[in-house]
C-alpha cells in the first residue's frame, strides 16, 4: 500500500506523461477487443451463413453423388435416396455433437421451368422443412409474397434472383415445371411461385444462386414419394474453424454405421471465404500489434524521460536504502498502474462499444463487407478473447516500463546525486 | 590500523577520479577513526575530499584503494544486497539541497525510509514518523508539501528523514550550505541535541568556521589528505 501509495502520487506529478500512456492503453485495449471479438464473430458467421459457409454447412448424402460444386446430380428412385432410418440415424448422431448447431433433411434435384423470359430453364431444386424457414441457420428468408405452408403442394418460393433480377418469375402466379417423380422421370407440373425468398446476407449482384425452394412434405406428396426420403442431410457447424476436427469424426461414424454414405462441406466457396477470413484476421492482427508495438514503444519512451527527470530521486532512495530491485519495482508498478487503468477503461469502451454493436447491428450494403458479415451483422463477446486481450495488456503493463526500469535501478548512486 | 569497535576506521583510503587523461586524486591514503557516538566535522575547502569521504562511508562510491570498517566490518567489501541493508539499517544521510521528494508531504517523506521496514507495524511506523517530525520541531506542518516550507525546514525534514530509522551513524554532506546563518545554526543545534540524546553518531562537512565551531572534532582536509584531526 505504501509503495502504490506512491506511484499514484509520482503518476500525479507527471500528469501529462501518464494521460498519455493512459491514452494510448485504452486505444490500444479498445481497438484489441473489438477487433478480436469482431474477428471471432465474423469466423462464426461464416458458418452459419448459406452459401458462404467455411466449411459450416456440410452435407451427407449418398457416396456415389458427384458434388463437386455441391450441386450434386442427384437421383429419384426411393432405392437410390436416404431412407427415412438412415436420415433419422444420421440426424441423431449429428445432434449428440456439439459443434453442430442444427441439422436439415433435403431433396434437393434438378428440374426445369418455363418461365416469364424464357422459353426453358434450368434451376436447383431444394425441397426442406418450411417451418425451419427462418431459422437462422438457413439464412433465408421471405423477402415478397407469402410463405409456404408446412406440406403445402404445388407452391414454390423462387430466389431474389429468379424473380426480381431475371425477372423470370412472378410472385402469385403459376408456371409450368419440369420435377422428377420417383422413378427418376420428369413430370409437367403446374406451380404457384407463392413466395419470393431473398438470402438474407448474400451479395445478391455478385451471386446469383438461382434456386427454387419446396416444402419437403408438401414436395413428396407432389412427386409420389410415399416414404419420407431425402436425397441429403445438411448440418452447420456453430464455428467452422471446427470442421477439420468435426468432417472427420462425422466420416468415421458413417464408415461403420452407414457406409453408403458420405459427408462432403461446402467445397465450391470454402477456399475463397477461408482466405477472406484469414486476410480479415491477418489485417486486424497486423493492426493489432502495430498498435501494441506504439503503446510498448511511447511507453518505454515516457518511462525513460520519468527515469531521467528523477535522476536525483533515484539517488535519493538508493541512499536512503532503496535497492536496484526496489527502485525497479517502483517504475515498473508506477508504468503498470497507468497502462492497466488506461486498458481497463479501453476494454470497457470496448465492451460497450460491443454492447451497442449487437442492440443496433452493423447495418451496410457494401459487397464486401456483405461477403464478410452480412446486412444487420451483430457481434457480440466472447470469453476467450476477454482472457487473451488481458493477457496480452497484462503483460504489455508488466514488460514495457521493465527495461527502463531496471536501466533506472542500475543507475549509479553517485552519478544519479551529482544531476541535482 | 586496527578497527575500533563500534566505531569508523578508515584505512589507507585512496579514491582517484579520471577525468580526460588526468587522475585527479581526492583522497590519498587516508587513515582515520571516528568513535561511535560523536559529533564530527569534516572541514576543507572546496575540493579537499569531503563529500568523496562521506560518500565512501555511506557506501555511495567505491574506494580505489584501502578500507572502510565500521564497528569491525569491512563494509566495502559486502556484497551488494548487504550494502543495501547497511545504507538502510545503519545509516542516515542528511544532503546540502535536501534532496526531499516534492510530490510528498512532510509526513511522507518522513515515511519514505520506513517503506524498507517490513518488520515494523504501520502503527509503529506512524509512531516514528510523528515522533521524529515533533523532534524536528514541524509538528505543525506534517501536511505540507516541501514547497510550502523554508530552506531551514526543509533541512529539518531531512534531518527527521535521516533518523526516522534510528541509524547509528549520519552523514550530513554540507547540511547548512544552503541555509542563513541563523537558520543554519538552528539546525546545527537541533543535530547536536539528537546526537546528545541519541548517541548517534553523526559527521557532517562543512567549508564554514561557525558550523566547525558546533563540532566536538574537526577533521581537516586539503587536497585529499588529513592535514589535522
Not at chain 1, 500525479?12 to 486505444?27: D, E, N, Q, S
Not at chain 1, 503493463?397 to 527502463?404: D, G, H, R, Y
Not at chain 2, 550550505?177 to 559527521?203: H, K, P, Q, W, Y
Amino acid at each position: 500500500m505504501e509503495r502504490l501509495s506512491l506511484c499514484l502520487r509520482n503518476l500525479g506529478r507527471h500528469a501529462w506523461r501518464t494521460r498519455i500512456i493512459l491514452l494510448i492503453a485504452l486505444l490500444g485495449a479498445f481497438l484489441t477487443f473489438l477487433f478480436e471479438n469482431l474477428v471471432e464473430d465474423i469466423s462464426r458467421k461464416q458458418s452459419d451463413m448459406f452459401g458462404r459457409a467455411f466449411s459450416g454447412h456440410f452435407l451427407v448424402l449418398e457416396k456415389d453423388i458427384e458434388t463437386k460444386n455441391s450441386f450434386g446430380f442427384y437421383f429419384y428412385k426411393p432405392e437410390q435416396m436416404l431412407s427415412p432410418g438412415e436420415v433419422d440415424a444420421v440426424r441423431m448422431f449429428l445432434a449428440s455433437l456439439p459443434e453442430v448447431s442444427g441439422t436439415q433433411e433435403r431433396i434437393v434435384f434438378s428440374g426445369l421451368y418455363y418461365g416469364t423470359k424464357d422459353a426453358e430453364r434450368g434451376f436447383r431444386g431444394v425441397a426442406m422443412d418450411m417451418k425451419e424457414f427462418n431459422r437462422n441457420f438457413t439464412d433465408i428468408y421471405y423477402a415478397s409474397g407469402v410463405p409456404l405452408q408446412s406440406g403445402e403442394q404445388g407452391t414454390c418460393a423462387p430466389s431474389w434472383y429468379e424473380y426480381s433480377r431475371e425477372k423470370n418469375l412472378e410472385i402469385g402466379k403459376s408456371y409450368v415445371f419440369l420435377l422428377p417423380n420417383r422413378e427418376g422421370e420428369f413430370v409437367d407440373r403446374s406451380i404457384l411461385a407463392k413466395g419470393g425468398i431473398d438470402y438474407r446476407s448474400m451479395p445478391k449482384d455478385a451471386i446469383g444462386l438461382s434456386s427454387i425452394f419446396f416444402d419437403l412434405a408438401g414436395f413428396r406428396a407432389l412427386v409420389g414419394y410415399q416414404e419420407p426420403l431425402a436425397s441429403e442431410v445438411v448440418g452447420f457447424l456453430s464455428d467452422a474453424r471446427t470442421s477439420g476436427r468435426v468432417l472427420p469424426r462425422i466420416q468415421a461414424w458413417l464408415d461403420t454405421r452407414e457406409p453408403r454414405l458420405k459427408v462432403v462441406s461446402w467445397r465450391e466457396y470454402a477456399p475463397i471465404f477461408a482466405e477472406i477470413v484469414l486476410g480479415f484476421d491477418v489485417a486486424m492482427k497486423a493492426v493489432e500489434t502495430i498498435l501494441l508495438a506504439i503503446c510498448v514503444l511511447l511507453v518505454v519512451k515516457l518511462t525513460t524521460f520519468s527515469i531521467i527527470e528523477r535522476y536525483s530521486e533515484i539517488g535519493t532512495l538508493r541512499a536512503i536504502g532503496f535497492s536496484r530491485s526496489d527502485v525497479t519495482l517502483q517504475f515498473t508498478l508506477e508504468g503498470f498502474l497507468a497502462i492497466a487503468a488506461g486498458a481497463a477503461v479501453g476494454f470497457l469502451m470496448a465492451a460497450g462499444a460491443i454492447a451497442v454493436l449487437h442492440a443496433t447491428g452493423v447495418h451496410n450494403k457494401a459487397i464486401f463487407w456483405s461477403y464478410m458479415i452480412g446486412d444487420g451483422f451483430r457481434p457480440s463477446f466472447h470469453s476467450g478473447k476477454i482472457l487473451v486481450v488481458v493477457g496480452v495488456f497484462f503483460a504489455v503493463a508488466v514488460l514495457a516500463p521493465l527495461f527502463p526500469a531496471i536501466q533506472g535501478g542500475r543507475l549509479s548512486i553517485l552519478r544519479t546525486l551529482e544531476k541535482r | 590500523m586496527a578497527a575500533v569497535r563500534n566505531g569508523i576506521t578508515l584505512t589507507g583510503l585512496c579514491k582517484e577520479y579520471r577525468l580526460g587523461k588526468t587522475t585527479v586524486r581526492a583522497l590519498q591514503n587516508v587513515d582515520l577513526e571516528i568513535t561511535s557516538g560523536s559529533f564530527t566535522c569534516v572541514a576543507g575547502p572546496s575540493g579537499s575530499g569531503k563529500t568523496t569521504l562521506l560518500n565512501l562511508i555511506g557506501l555511495i562510491d567505491t574506494p580505489t584503494s584501502g578500507t572502510v570498517h565500521v564497528a569491525g566490518e569491512d563494509i566495502q567489501g559486502l556484497p551488494e544486497k548487504l550494502r543495501t541493508r547497511y545504507r538502510s539499517r545503519t545509516l542516515g544521510f542528511i544532503f546540502q539541497s535536501f534532496n526531499l521528494l516534492p510530490v510528498l508531504d512532510v509526513f511522507e517523506n518522513v515515511h519514505l525510509p520506513l517503506i524498507l521496514h517490513r518488520e515494523l507495524t504501520p502503527l509503529a511506523k506512524k509512531q516514528r514518523v510523528l515522533e521524529m517530525v515533533e523532534a524536528v520541531g514541524l509538528g505543525d506542518h506534517i501536511r505540507h508539501k516541501p514547497f510550502e516550507l523554508s530552506g531551514g525546514q526543509r533541512q529539518r525534514v531531512a534531518i527527521a528523514r535521516a533518523l526516522v530509522t534510528h541509524p547509528l551513524i549520519v552523514l550530513a554532506d554540507e547540511p547548512t550550505a544552503n541555509l542563513d546563518s541563523e537558520t543554519g545554526a538552528e539546525v546545527l543545534a537541533l543535530m547536536e541535541g539528537i546526537n546528545r540524546d541519541r548517541g548517534t553518531t553523526f559527521i557532517f562537512s562543512s567549508h564554514d568556521p561557525r558550523v566547525m565551531e558546533h563540532a566536538a572534532r574537526v577533521i581537516r582536509l586539503h587536497d585529499g589528505r588529513i592535514e589535522a584531526a
